[in-house]
T-cell receptor
Framework: EDKVVQSPLSLVVHEGDTVTLNCSYE??????LLWYKQEKKAPTFLFML????IEKKSGRLSSILDKKELFSILNITATQTGDSAIYLC?????????FGKGTKLSVKP | EPEVTQTPSHQVTQMGQEVILRCVPI?????FYWYRQILGQKVEFLVS????????KSEIFDDQFSVERPDGSNFTLKIRSTKLEDSAMYFC?????????????FGPGTRLTVL
């Protein structure tokens, strides 16, 4: 059975801290690994990764994929209270996305 | 910036009633999806749709569910006879390509409450 596992499930940090969120996957016909940020409602797209070892960056966020070990990490540096959200990892397989349960990040001032 | 829109934002219905959830995907996208998220649980794939037919569907998407693209812009999810366990947030998503080399953009969701 296809599965995506995220860790930790929740995380509380203070502003300015750096965090690393983990995602491992076992998915048949794996195509891509996506990260989304979910605040109040819809998941909003952060990154899509298809190749191993190539870091993608957007401001203070970065992500990398390891297709040999079947995992990805999402790093957030110099966290801000606005980073508080649930971060979802999803594996793309034959067109549909298989989501993990998410990591709930709380950034305290 | 183009975005996926969904209506209504919240739908309350009685058990056994039919509901239709509506979505307007991003205009040049070709692939459309429905997902649901039961409160406190993970986002789950329901169905994907391309070229006016279902491409894939999950085991959740049973005979009570159907999808349609009635015109060039709308994409609908119908639940024929709602059950209490259908209460969830339903997200529509669209993508240019079949999720292989492109991302899926999500709408704001419709919260369905079945009483």
């Amino acid at each position: 059975e296809d599965k995506v596992v995220q860790s930790p499930l929740s995380l509380v940090v203070h502003e300015g801290d750096t965090v690393t969120l983990n995602c491992s996957y076992e998915v048949t016909n794996f195509r891509s690994l996506l990260w989304y940020k979910q605040e109040k409602k819809a998941p909003t797209f952060l990154f899509m990764l298809t190749s191993s070892g190539i870091e993608k960056k957007s401001g203070r966020l970065s992500s990398i994929l390891d297709k040999k070990e079947l995992f990805s990490i999402l790093n957030i540096t110099a966290t801000q209270t606005g980073d508080s959200a649930i971060y979802l990892c999803a594996a793309g397989s034959q067109g549909n996305l298989i989501f993990g349960k998410g990591t709930k990040l709380s950034v305290k001032p | 910036e183009p975005e996926v829109t969904q209506t209504p934002s919240h739908q309350v219905t009685q058990m056994g009633q039919e509901v239709i959830l509506r979505c307007v995907p991003i205009s040049n996208h070709l692939y459309f999806y429905w997902y649901r998220q039961i409160l406190g649980q993970k986002v789950e794939f329901l169905v994907s749709f391309y070229n006016n037919e279902i491409s894939e569907k999950s085991e959740i998407f049973d005979d009570q569910f159907s999808v349609e693209r009635p015109d060039g812009s709308n994409f609908t999810l119908k639940i024929r006879s709602t059950k209490l366990e259908d209460s969830a947030m339903y997200f529509c998503a669209s993508s240019w390509e079949r999720g292989l080399t492109d991302t899926q953009y999500f709408g704001p969701g419709t919260r369905l409450t079945v009483l």
